[in-house]
């Protein structure tokens, strides 16, 4: 797909159908996040790749944005690792960079998706075993819409660019 398109046509998904993404596609969205810049190149990054029924099951603990996606990454930093500038560590930087990648090569292999932020950390936590440096900064839902899937209508409401720029 072409780049402007793939950054045009990414859009969050609310309703997933029972459609499984089969291993290869999952690969080519996670090898993305591999090769994601993070600072000094640290990589202090883990993703847990959820699909079995055990694993959903858990997300569902933890969100209510699963909205039925059959593969859900749990994004996340480690906050010890991650390079600092005084006190400011730059794991959420790195994670969400990586996160962005996968998304948009989610919607570059047609693999419909959604940023989630809405979950409790301390379930995901406990459910997951995930360890105390790492941090989870974002849920990426992976899947294929519904034929009905409700259009976002929030995607097309964006400032203008002379609302978020100032040439200098
Ligand atoms: C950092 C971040 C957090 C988000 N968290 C949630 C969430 O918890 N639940 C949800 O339904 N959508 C969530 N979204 C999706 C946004 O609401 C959506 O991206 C926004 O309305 C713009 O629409 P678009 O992605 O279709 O362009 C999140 C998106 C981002 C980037």
Redesign the pocket.
């Known amino acids: 797909m072409e780049f402007d398109k793939v950054i045009r046509d990414?859009?969050?998904t609310?309703k997933f159908s029972d459609k499984k993404i089969d291993e290869d596609t999952i690969n080519k969205i996670l090898e993305a996040g591999r090769i994601a810049p993070t600072a000094k190149n640290i990589q202090p990054i883990k993703i847990y790749a959820v699909s079995s029924d055990e694993g959903l099951f858990k997300i569902d603990k933890a969100?209510r944005?699963r909205?039925n996606a059959p593969v859900v990454f749990i994004v996340c930093g480690n906050i010890e690792e991650a390079f600092k500038r005084g006190e400011h560590s730059t794991y959420i930087i790195d994670s969400?960079i990586v996160a962005t990648h996968m998304m948009l090569e989610a919607t570059n292999l047609s693999v419909d998706n959604?940023?989630?932020?809405?979950?409790d950390e301390g379930i995901l936590r406990s459910e997951f075993n995930i360890p105390k440096s790492y941090i989870p900064v974002?849920l990426l839902m992976l899947g294929y819409k519904t034929d009905d899937c409700p259009y976002?209508i929030?995607?097309d409401k964006r400032k203008e660019l002379s609302d978020i720029v100032e040439y200098v």
């Open positions: 990414r859009m969050a609310r969100s944005c909205y969400s959604i940023w989630v932020d809405l979950f974002s976002n929030m995607h």
